[in-house]
Structure formats: structure tokens, C-alpha cells
């Protein structure tokens, strides 16, 4: 008799070949009986075949830093530079996002991407104009109108940096240059957060996000007033540095008196920088001399206008104050416009921006907003319309 399972031949009656016969049988009954016991069941025992090495993808290059580690940018300091919990807020994630419950289960709404735009408007005048609505108003991107899909004008809070030159010519008009910053916090909104860089030939972040007035008077004092000017540093340090907050309104208040003569980054690529990354207002107050006036002055134009902020070239130190007072007015009353833009993201390089308002009786409005953005720095959002 051969035997498969065995391998061998054996005789046909032989005591062998039935006791071979029976250890068949057992072994075929127990193998049934495992086969059934795991069928159906999850197949939690199968091993799972080993990731290659090496196959994490590579972190981008622009890549927000870690827990506890610094920006690549951020302005120099010997304090804490504040809580990653104060990592920018108000994006979702990408695909859909549960709104809410239905029957028990989600509801998912599709996300989209916005773009958020603050805007501050003036009369003929120059008068701040703060009563218009959502028809007022005309959002075009590259020349193409957009559906203006939220609108609101309310005094919320701001992350602001206050950013002031500490070189050699300054000494003098640092206590007037205080004073006034002090006095821009003070009439802000009560919920701000405030930091401040001083800055010469090097940039430094002498006091963190903080509310308390004596904290930032502190480091205002701070005064060293000596090297050159490292203005467009110390501002492209300055907007990485407010990334750390989650508020979505951001504001550089920025002061100096001279051309910049000792920064890395170009004005080109600062303003680059500030635009790429979807940055903040920039408000600029010159105290120029004649010498070099018109370089620095231009300079200041550029940032400012780009950013949807203002310049400013007071011709005394007593001007300063009232400056600074105006814009934490500015500050307090602009608009955010948000819309989804109809361009591709697919599609590249830059995408200029540009506001119209129309309302009776006004003549003439202008709006003041950033001039453009590069794709791929919007905000998620999670569409709708108000």
C-alpha cells in the first residue's frame, strides 16, 4: 500500500499499515478543524511584509520648525521666543473635515482654499471710510473677479511686532520713537499680542508675545545704538517670527532712520519673502535725513505699499506719537475680505491682487491691501458665504 502523506509503500494487511492508516486520519481531522476555527476570522497572524528602508519621504524644504527649535529667521534672543502651542492657527486640513452630526453619523464638508485679505479704505480725503458692506466692494486676481465669499469689519485682535532701529544714529530719538510705540499699544486692541525686535547690524528679539505694557516698555529701553542697519533682516525675521501666533491678523510697526546697510537679504527678496508667505501689514515711519533720503524713503514705499500698509516721513520727532496713534486706528478698522481663487493652484508665479469699492456718497474710495501673493500660501478654509 503506498502512502502519499508518508511518502512510503507498505504491505496491504500488515499492523504497519493500519496503524499508519489511523495517524492519517488524526492528522486530516485536526487540519479540518483548524481550518475551520480561523475561517472568517481577521487574519491578524499573517505577517505583514516589512517596509523598504530608507522610504520616508524627505521633508520639504520649507518645512515649519519642530517643537522647541527655532525658525530659520527668527530674530535672536536669550528668552524664550514663546510656546509652539502658538504655532499659526485657523487651517484645517486638507480633503473634508466633519461639521457636525446627522442621524448619528457626520456630515462632511468639502474644503476650499481662500484667500484672506485686510483691507483699509480712505476717502478723497484720506478720511478712514468704515461703514461700507459685502456689494461695496470688487475682488479681482489677475485682473479676473472674484466671488468675495466672507466679509466682516470687526475690531479683532492683532499680532503685532514692534520692530525699531537700536543703530548708532538713533540714540537720540529713541526715547520720542518709545514713547510713541507704547502709546500704539495702548490704543490697540486690549487683546494683542506684542512682541519687539530691536535691531543694528544684528536683529534681536527682546520680548516675546506678551500683553503686558511694562514688559514691552522693558525691552524697548533696551537701547544700544551702535553698528549699521540691518532693516530688511530684521523685518523678514520678524514676519517668521509671527507665524507663532494664531491670530490671523498680522502687523509689522516698523521704525528707522536710515538706509539699510547691512542685511543679507535684498529689499527685492524681502519683499519676495514677505509676499511668498502670505505676511503681514507692514506700517513704516522714516525719520530720513537728506542725505539719503530718497533710497530709504523708496525702500520704505516699496514694503509698505506691497503689504497693504502705509509710509510715513515726519519731518520732527514730535509728529511721531500722533503716527502711531493713526495707526492703531488704521489697525482697528480695516476689513477682511476672503474669497476662493478661480486661478488653478497648479498654475505659478505670482498673482496680483487688486480692490475696488464703490458707495454713495463717496466720490472716490481707495482700498489699501496687499498687492499679491504667490500660490500655494493661502488659508484653508471651509466655504460657504456670509
Known sequence: MYMPEL?????????????????????????????????????????????????????????????????????????????????PGGQANQGQAPVGEDNGGFVFRAESREVVLHATVVDDKNRLVTTLSKPDFTVFE??????????????????????????????????????????????????????????????YLDQPFTGDLKKLQDALEHVEARGGTALYDAIVASADYLKESKL?????????????????????????????????????????????????????????????GEAFFPPTLDQVDDISKNIAHDIRNQYTITYAPTTPKSVGGFRTIHVDAHAKPYKKLIVRTRTGYYPGQETLGAGGEN
Open 7 to 87: 511518502g512510503i509503500t507498505l504491505p496491504r494487511n500488515s499492523a504497519l499499515t493500519r496503524v499508519a492508516a489511523a495517524l492519517v486520519l488524526l492528522a486530516s481531522l485536526a487540519a479540518a478543524q483548524t481550518t475551520n476555527t480561523n475561517q472568517g476570522a481577521p487574519n491578524a497572524q499573517t505577517p505583514q511584509a516589512e517596509p523598504p528602508q530608507n522610504s520616508a519621504p524627505a521633508q520639504p524644504a520649507n518645512q515649519a520648525p519642530a517643537q522647541g527649535q527655532p525658525a530659520a529667521n527668527q530674530p535672536a534672543t536669550n528668552q524664550p521666543a514663546g510656546q509652539s502651542a502658538n504655532a
Open 142 to 203: 489677475d485682473d479676473k473677479p472674484q466671488q468675495i465669499r466672507h466679509f466682516q469689519r470687526e475690531d479683532l485682535p492683532v499680532a503685532v511686532g514692534i520692530v525699531i532701529d537700536n543703530s548708532g544714529s538713533m540714540r537720540e530719538k529713541r526715547d520720542a520713537v518709545n514713547k510713541a510705540a507704547l502709546d500704539l499699544v495702548k490704543a490697540s486692541n486690549p487683546d494683542d499680542q506684542v512682541f519687539v525686535v530691536n535691531f543694528n547690524d544684528e536683529y
Open 248 to 308: 490671523q491678523r498680522k502687523v509689522l510697526f516698523v521704525v528707522t532712520d536710515g538706509e539699510d546697510d547691512a542685511s543679507q537679504e535684498s529689499l527685492e527678496e524681502a519683499i519676495h519673502r514677505l509676499e511668498a508667505e502670505n505676511g503681514p501689514v507692514v506700517y513704516c515711519i522714516g525719520l530720513l535725513g537728506e542725505e539719503r533720503s530718497r533710497r530709504a524713503k523708496r525702500a520704505l514705499e516699496l514694503i509698505a505699499e506691497r503689504t497693504g
